[in-house]
Nanobody, 127 residues
């Protein structure tokens, strides 16, 4: 199991930006694809973005394409989510996730393929 700790959430006005950070420990971080999911009040947990272990491949939900950017620093065991042009509908708890497939070279990460979750960080976008 990989331990994941998110930070960087908060309250921001619509149109603003936030950068989420996820610090990983406990496993060889560079062996795993990483992802961000989010969960709004009363709703399920949905995919936001993912990145391959080498960082060369990324995937985004249609709702965040062009506004969010996922990146990683394997030397620092950290993955980031830069969120720009935030909208009220982006309000949710954001969860960092590590894929469970060791050495998987892609960036297709689903709820079923996640092996470890962080505790989540709240992002609130006011209108």
């Amino acid at each position: 199991q990989m331990q994941l700790v998110e930070s960087g959430g908060g309250l921001v006005q619509a149109g603003g930006s936030l950068r989420l950070t996820c610090a990983a420990s406990g496993r060889t971080f560079s062996n795993y694809a990483m992802a961000w999911f989010r969960q709004a009040p009363g709703k399920g947990r949905w995919f936001v973005a993912a990145i391959s272990w080498a960082g060369g491949s990324t995937e985004y939900a249609d709702s965040v394409k062009g506004r969010f950017t996922i990146s990683r620093d394997n030397a620092r065991n950290t993955v980031y989510l830069q969120m720009n042009s935030l909208k009220p509908e982006d309000t949710a708890i954001y969860y960092c996730a590590a894929d469970k497939r060791v050495g998987y070279a892609g960036s297709y990460v689903t709820l079923d393929s996640v092996g470890s979750w962080g505790q989540g960080t709240q992002v609130t976008v006011s209108s």
